[in-house]
C-alpha cells in the first residue's frame, strides 16, 4: 500500500457559497485506515510517502462534514421535525455560527423561512407554507423548491427529471483511457441552451431504449455504448418515481418499468427553466466575456468547459452549482432571459432610483430605476412614475417642470393664462432692462404649491378640475406676478407696436447680454422691408432713440464735447423734436448740431461700431406666415440680400391685377404712389407701380422699392412721348443729322450718329423726362411741348457748333506737334496724355453731359490744351511742373467723389462738381493766362472750396 498522505475534501465555503474539493492531508485516523487496507488476506506493507514527524502532527480524525457542509437542507430539516431553534441545539460537533447564518440566509432566498414573530429573540425562525412543502421531499432543498415551482408552471414530470438528475452523481462515464469515445458519444445528448435540457435528452433516448429492449443485458450493453453508467441511471429513475410519489401524496404508484419521454419545445424549455431559476436564483451570473462571468454576489466564475454552453454562453445563466477545483466554474448551466429575474426574485431585487424628470409626452413626473439583484444589475435604466416612489417631490418637479414652464402636451386653459401674464410681466424688465420686477420662478412655484394637493401627472390635474367644476382656483392675477411695480411713464416709451403706413411692426424686447437677440428686435414683413430701410424707425423707440444719442455725443472728441451741454441733456432734447425727414439718425443729429449749436460734425464721422450691441435695433424679416427669413442689424443690407425673395410674396397676386404690358398711350388711369400688400396679418408691405421700358417696349410693372420705381418711371414717360410724337421725333432726327463741316468736325470727336443720338437723348430729358402719375398730366404737359421739340433740337445744333469747331482746331494742332516732335519722346508723351485729357473733357455724348451754359465755356478749354501743348513742346520741364500744381487738385478731388454715399445731398454733390470746374478754370489761368477766368482761382480759394465741402455734413 502506498499513502500520500492526500485527499480531495469536500467543503463548502458559507461566504461564497461555492463548494470546493481541495488536496487537503489526511488526519491520522484514516491513514490509520488505509494502512489497514494492506493487510486483509496476510502481512502487508504500507509505504507512507511523508515523515513520520508530519504524520504525528496531523489531527486524530478528520473534520466532521456537518462543519464542511452546506446546512440549510438540515435547518430546514431540524424545524419541519421542531427540535428546536438551530443555534440552541445541542451538536455533537456545533457548526460555526457563520454556516448556521449562510444556511437560513440561502432558505430565506427561497422563501421557506420567515422570522418568528411570536419570539423574542431575533434568531428564531419558522418555516412558510413555502418551507413546509419543502421539507416533504428529502432533495436539497433548491431542488425541492423547483418542484413547487413546477406545480406552478405545469411542468412536474420535466422538473422531477432534471430534479432527479441533479440528485444523483452525473450518470455519463468518462474513462480515463477512452476520454475521446465518451465525449462523442455524450455529444450526441448535448443541448445547445442548456445541460439541464441535456439531462432531458438522456432521459429520452434511455426511455426509448427501455421500451425497445427486451432484455436487461441489451440495456446495459446500450449504457456501454453510450458511456453511461447503468447502477446511476437505474438510480435516476428510482429518485424521479418517488418525487412525482411525493408531489401526487403517495396516491399514483407509477409502473417501474415504464419510463414517459418528454417532448422539449421552446415553451417548456422556458418553463424548466424559470423553475430552475426559482430554486437556483442566486447562482445567476451576467457575462463579463467569452466563458467568463460575475455571479451573483460579486463571484468571478468561468463555464466549466465541459458545459454544452461552453464558447456559446448567453448574456445570462443560472448553475445548479458553482464550484472550485482549479478555479471557480459554473457547472451545469442554461441560458436564461433576464426579464425572469425581477419578476422571480422581487423580494430580493434593490431598487435604486435617480433623474427624476417632468415627462412632456406621457404627462407625468418619471424618474429613472435600476434594479440589482444579488450585486448584479438586471435592469440598468427604466422609466417608473415617481409619484409612488416620492410623491412629494414628485410634486414639485411637476410644479416646477411642468407648470412653471408650461411644458405640457395639452392645453391647459388656465396655463396659458398665467404665462401670459408672466410673459408680459418679464417683457417689462426686458424693455427696462433691469431685473426685480417679475416674480422668480421659485416664488410661482410656492402659488401653485399651496393650491394644489400631492399629483405629479395631467390626468390627476385635469380630474382635480373637472371635479371642481372650474379653473379658477389656478388662476392668478397679474398683480401676482409683479414684485416691484415699474414706472408707467417710463414703459410708456418702449411700444409693443410701430406703425408704418397702415401696417403695424410688432417689437420684441430682451435683456440678455452677450446674445444675438439682446434689445429690441423688429420683425417686418418681406413686403415692408424697403419702406421700413426708408423710416427712422428709431423715432418710434423713444428710449432707444435717447440712450443711442447719448453714446453717440459720448463718443464725440472732447474738444467737442466741451462746447456741448451734457451729453443726456442734448439727447433729451434732440428725442423730443419731431422729425423734420426721412434721413438716416447720424445725419439728423449731425443737421441738429449744426443748426442749433454750430458745430459741423460729418454724418459719416459717428463711431455707430462703437455703441452697445443692444442700442442697435435687429430686424426679422417674415415671410407671410410670419415665418422667420432672415435677421441683421443693417436693413439696407437686408433689403439687398433678399431682393430676390420679395418677388415670390403675395405680390404675384397684385401683379395680375395691375400690370400691363405694350402700352401705346396713357389709358391706365391714374398711377398712385404705392399700394398696400395684404395677407392673413393685416398688411404685409408696399407695391410701388411704374412704367418701365424693355427692349423699346412700355409695360406696366409693380416695384418693391420706390427708389427703383421712380428710376424707371421716368424714361418709361419719355418712352410714351416718343410714341405720342413718333412724326416728330422722325422729323427731329433729319433735322440735328450731322452734314458738312459738323460731320466732319465731329468725327474728331466721335461716331457723329452717337452724337446725334446724344442730341436726342438730351431732348429727351428737357422735355419729356417727367414724374407725371396720371393722364391730365401726361396730357397737359404734352400740349404744351408740342411745338418745343424741333427748336429745341436746332437751339442743341446750335449751342455744340463752336464746340465742335473748337476740338478739331484743337486736334489739328496736336497733330502738326506730333509729327514735328515724332523723335522726341518725352514732349510725344506729353502730347497724347494731353490729347487723352481733351477726349476725356469732351466724350461723345456730352450733348446730354452738359448744360447750354456749361458748353459756352468748352472751347475756352480747349483753347487752353491748344497753347498748353505748344508751350509745352518748347518748355516741357516749365509745364510738367505746373501740371504737378494741378495733380494735387485733381487727387484730392478723386479722394472726394470716393466718399460719396447714396445719402450725400445734393448741396455736396454740387460743391463737388464746382470743384471740377474750378480745376479746369486753374488749368486756364496756369497755361493760357491770356484767356481770362471768369472768377478769379488760387490755391487759397481751392483750399476754401474743399474745407466746406469737407463742412457738409452728409
Request: aromatic share 8%; hydrophobic share 35%; proline share 5%.
Amino acid at each position: 500500500m502506498i499513502d500520500t498522505g492526500l485527499a480531495r475534501i469536500l467543503e463548502y465555503n458559507p461566504r461564497s457559497q461555492t463548494t470546493g474539493l481541495p488536496v487537503k492531508p489526511v488526519s491520522r485516523s484514516s491513514a490509520d485506515q488505509r494502512k489497514g487496507r494492506c493487510g486483509r488476506v496476510q502481512d502487508g506493507i504500507c509505504i507512507r510517502l511523508y515523515s513520520r514527524e508530519e504524520f504525528a502532527e496531523r489531527p486524530l480524525y478528520s473534520t466532521p462534514e456537518i462543519l464542511r457542509s452546506n446546512l440549510a437542507g438540515v435547518i430546514l430539516r431540524m424545524l419541519s421535525l421542531n427540535l428546536g431553534y438551530v443555534t440552541s441545539f445541542p451538536f455533537i460537533d456545533r457548526p460555526h455560527p457563520k454556516n448556521i447564518r449562510d444556511g437560513i440566509e440561502i432558505l430565506r432566498d427561497l422563501g421557506a423561512l420567515t422570522r418568528d414573530e411570536s419570539e423574542a429573540e431575533a434568531e428564531h425562525y419558522k418555516l412558510t407554507p413555502i418551507g413546509e412543502t419543502m421539507a416533504q421531499f428529502p432533495l436539497d432543498p433548491r431542488v425541492s423548491r423547483m418542484i413547487i415551482e413546477a406545480k406552478k408552471e405545469g411542468c412536474v414530470n420535466e422538473i422531477a427529471v432534471v430534479a432527479a438528475a441533479l440528485s444523483i452523481q452525473d450518470p455519463r462515464e468518462r474513462p480515463y483511457d477512452k476520454i475521446d469515445q465518451a465525449a462523442t458519444a455524450h455529444a450526441q445528448f448535448q443541448h445547445p441552451e442548456s445541460d439541464f435540457l441535456t439531462y432531458l435528452q438522456i432521459w429520452n433516448r434511455y426511455s426509448d431504449s427501455i421500451e425497445k429492449m427486451e432484455s436487461q443485458s441489451k440495456l446495459r450493453k446500450f449504457c456501454r455504448d453510450h458511456f453511461l453508467s447503468y447502477r446511476r441511471m437505474t438510480e435516476w429513475r428510482d429518485i424521479h418515481h418517488q418525487i412525482l410519489e411525493i408531489v401526487r401524496g403517495g396516491n399514483i404508484a407509477r409502473k417501474r418499468g415504464k419510463t414517459v419521454k418528454i417532448e422539449i419545445d421552446q415553451a417548456i424549455a422556458d418553463k424548466i427553466h424559470r423553475c430552475i431559476l426559482s430554486g437556483y436564483l442566486s447562482s445567476i451570473a451576467q457575462k463579463r466575456e467569452k466563458n467568463m462571468y460575475t455571479a451573483a454576489k460579486s463571484r468571478e466564475v468561468m463555464l466549466y468547459p465541459g458545459s454544452s454552453l461552453f464558447n456559446r454562453g448567453g448574456p445570462w445563466i443560472v448553475a445548479s452549482e458553482i464550484s472550485l477545483t482549479s478555479r471557480v466554474f459554473a457547472r451545469n448551466a442554461a441560458n436564461i432571459r433576464s426579464e425572469w429575474l425581477e419578476e422571480l426574485g422581487r423580494e430580493h431585487c434593490r431598487y435604486t432610483y435617480w433623474a427624476a424628470h417632468w415627462e412632456k409626452n406621457r404627462g407625468q413626473v418619471v424618474a429613472l430605476e435600476k434594479v440589482i439583484l444579488f450585486g448584479l444589475t438586471i435592469i440598468e435604466q427604466r422609466t417608473v412614475a415617481y409619484e409612488r416612489i416620492n410623491p412629494e417631490e414628485a410634486k414639485k418637479i411637476f410644479i416646477r417642470e411642468a407648470l412653471v414652464t408650461g411644458e405640457v402636451a395639452q392645453k391647459l386653459p388656465f396655463l396659458t393664462h398665467n404665462l401670459s401674464l408672466w410673459e408680459h410681466t418679464r417683457t417689462m424688465e426686458d424693455k427696462l432692462r433691469k431685473r426685480g420686477i417679475a416674480i422668480d420662478e421659485e416664488t410661482l412655484a410656492q402659488l401653485y404649491e399651496q393650491r394644489l394637493p400631492v399629483i405629479s401627472d395631467i390626468r390627476s390635474l385635469q380630474k382635480l378640475i373637472k371635479d371642481k367644476g372650474t379653473d379658477d382656483f389656478l388662476r392668478f392675477r397679474e398683480e401676482d406676478f409683479i414684485a416691484h411695480d415699474p414706472d408707467p411713464g417710463e414703459l410708456n416709451q418702449f411700444p409693443d407696436q410701430i406703425k408704418i403706413g397702415g401696417a403695424a411692426l410688432t417689437c420684441r424686447y430682451r435683456f440678455e447680454p452677450g446674445r444675438a437677440e439682446d434689445g429690441v428686435t423688429v420683425s417686418v414683413p418681406l413686403g415692408l422691408v424697403a419702406k421700413a430701410a426708408s423710416e427712422n424707425i428709431e423715432r418710434h423707440l423713444p428710449s432707444l432713440l435717447q440712450e443711442k444719442v447719448t453714446y453717440m455725443l459720448k463718443s464725440l472728441p472732447k474738444s467737442v464735447r466741451q462746447k456741448l451741454p451734457p451729453p443726456v441733456h442734448l439727447a433729451k432734447i434732440f428725442s423730443e423734436r419731431p422729425a423734420a425727414d426721412e434721413n438716416s439718425l447720424p445725419l439728423q443729429l449731425s443737421r441738429f448740431l449744426l443748426n442749433d449749436y454750430k458745430i459741423t460734425v460729418p454724418a459719416d464721422s459717428w463711431a455707430l461700431d462703437k455703441l452697445p450691441p443692444h442700442l442697435n435695433i435687429r430686424y426679422r424679416v417674415t415671410d407671410d406666415r410670419g415665418r422667420e427669413i432672415k435677421t441683421g442689424c443693417d436693413i439696407s443690407e437686408l433689403q439687398k440680400e433678399i431682393a430676390d425673395q420679395v418677388q415670390q410674396t403675395s405680390l404675384d397676386m397684385y401683379r395680375r391685377q395691375w400690370e400691363k404690358d405694350t402700352l401705346t398711350g396713357w389709358n391706365f388711369g391714374t398711377l398712385p404712389e404705392n399700394i398696400e400688400l395684404t395677407g392673413k396679418h393685416g398688411v404685409t408691405g408696399y407695391a410701388y407701380p411704374a412704367l418701365q421700358v424693355t427692349d423699346g417696349v412700355v409695360n406696366l410693372r409693380l416695384f418693391t422699392h420706390p427708389g427703383e420705381a421712380a428710376a424707371s418711371h421716368i424714361p418709361g414717360v419719355a418712352a410714351l412721348y416718343d410714341i405720342l410724337f413718333s412724326d416728330k421725333i422722325r422729323q427731329l432726327k433729319k433735322n440735328i443729322a450731322l452734314g458738312g463741316e459738323l460731320k466732319t468736325w465731329a468725327m474728331n470727336v466721335g461716331n457723329p450718329k452717337q452724337i446725334e443720338e446724344s442730341i436726342m437723348n438730351r431732348v429727351r430729358k428737357e422735355l419729356f423726362y417727367r414724374l407725371w402719375r396720371s393722364a391730365e398730366e401726361f396730357q397737359n404737359h404734352a400740349d404744351a411741348i408740342s411745338t418745343q421739340i424741333l427748336p429745341c433740337g436746332q437751339q442743341f445744333i446750335v449751342s455744340i457748333t463752336p464746340v465742335l469747331k473748337s476740338f478739331a482746331e484743337t486736334c489739328d494742332a496736336l497733330q502738326k506737334l506730333m509729327q514735328k516732335n515724332r523723335t522726341n519722346a518725352p514732349v510725344l508723351k506729353f502730347l497724347k496724355e494731353t490729347q487723352n485729357e481733351m477726349h476725356v473733357l469732351l466724350p461723345v455724348n456730352f450733348p446730354e453731359l452738359y448744360a447750354p451754359e456749361r458748353l459756352e465755356n468748352i472751347p475756352r478749354y480747349l483753347k487752353a490744351l491748344s497753347v498748353r501743348t505748344e508751350r509745352g513742346s518748347l518748355n516741357l520741364a516749365a509745364t510738367e511742373a505746373k501740371l504737378k500744381e494741378v495733380a494735387m487738385y485733381v487727387n484730392q478731388l478723386k479722394e472726394i467723389r470716393g466718399s460719396l454715399t447714396a445719402e450725400s445731398s445734393a448741396e455736396k454733390k454740387n460743391k463737388i462738381e464746382e470743384l471740377h470746374w474750378m480745376i479746369e478754370e486753374y488749368k486756364v489761368s496756369l497755361f493760357a493766362q491770356e484767356l481770362k477766368t471768369p472768377y478769379p482761382v488760387s490755391p487759397k480759394r481751392f483750399r476754401q472750396l474743399i474745407e466746406e465741402i469737407g463742412s457738409i455734413i452728409y
